[in-house]
């Protein structure tokens, strides 16, 4: 019954922001860690950044100082703010949870160009 809607992805030049929001249902998302990943054509799909249930974050090194992970308890919503957007960012993001497996959205594209 898991069920995670990704959607704020779309075209941006670089240097632009975009806000990402991950919509959970069927969980009781006030306990669990969430994450986003992102997957570009012909790489492994990585870890972007992480939020505990508590509100600890990590963030990959090549997101750090641009990238910020929030949610909002009351709206069962995981957000990614990114800023300062570069080409390589262009992927297609991915929310996550863990719940004795793992659970995934369907995806949201984010392409950075000009």
């Known amino acids: 019954q898991v069920q995670l809607v990704e959607s704020g992805g779309g075209l941006v030049q670089p240097g632009g922001s975009l806000r990402l929001s991950c919509v959970a249902s069927?969980?009781?998302?006030?306990?669990?860690?969430m994450s986003w990943w992102r997957e570009a054509p012909g790489k492994e799909r990585e870890l972007v950044a992480r939020?505990?249930?508590?509100?600890?974050?990590n963030y990959a090194d090549s997101v750090k100082g641009r990238f910020t992970i929030s949610r909002d308890n009351a709206k069962n919503t995981v957000y990614l703010q990114m800023d300062s957007l570069k080409p390589e960012d262009t992927a297609v993001y991915y929310c996550?949870?863990?719940?004795?497996?793992?659970?995934w959205g369907q995806g949201t594209q984010v392409t950075v160009s000009s």
């Open positions: 939020i505990t249930n508590i509100g600890s974050t």
């Open positions: 069927g969980m009781i998302f006030n306990v669990n860690a």
């Open positions: 996550n949870t863990y719940i004795r497996k793992p659970y």
